[in-house]
Nanobody
């Protein structure tokens, strides 16, 4: 059974840091882009960061550029999201997704496996 399992969320004060992990099991996604999206209450799921699994090229939403870093460990079949200088507006459920292709897309339709999500809450 294919699974993506996120972890590392929690409650943090503004200016703090968190590191999210997304562990894939059941198969490898060596030919898939991987990405982090987030969804705040009452809002649509939005792209945060993405990485080409084999090439390592990374992409970020303007709102997180310079604060968040996506990386991957192919040996562990895991993708990470290092989040620094967190702001209250970063509060959301963060989901990782496995892409249908090798290229990163900012559209949710481009991802066919999703994790259950991990809650990130940033207090002011």
């Amino acid at each position: 059974q294919v699974q993506l399992v996120e972890s590392g969320g929690g409650l943090v004060q503004a200016g703090g840091s968190l590191r999210l992990s997304c562990a894939a099991s059941g198969r490898t996604f060596s030919s898939s882009a991987m990405a982090w999206f987030r969804q705040a209450p009452g809002k649509e799921r939005e792209f945060v960061a993405g990485i080409r699994w084999s090439g390592g090229s990374t992409y970020y939403a303007d709102s997180v550029k310079g604060r968040f870093t996506i990386s991957r460990d192919n040996a562990k079949n895991t993708v990470y999201l290092q989040m620094n200088s967190l702001k209250p507006e970063d509060t959301a459920v963060y989901h990782c997704g496995a892409g249908r292709g090798v290229a990163v897309t900012t559209r949710t339709e481009g991802y066919y496996f999703w994790g259950q999500g991990t809650q990130v809450t940033v207090s002011s």
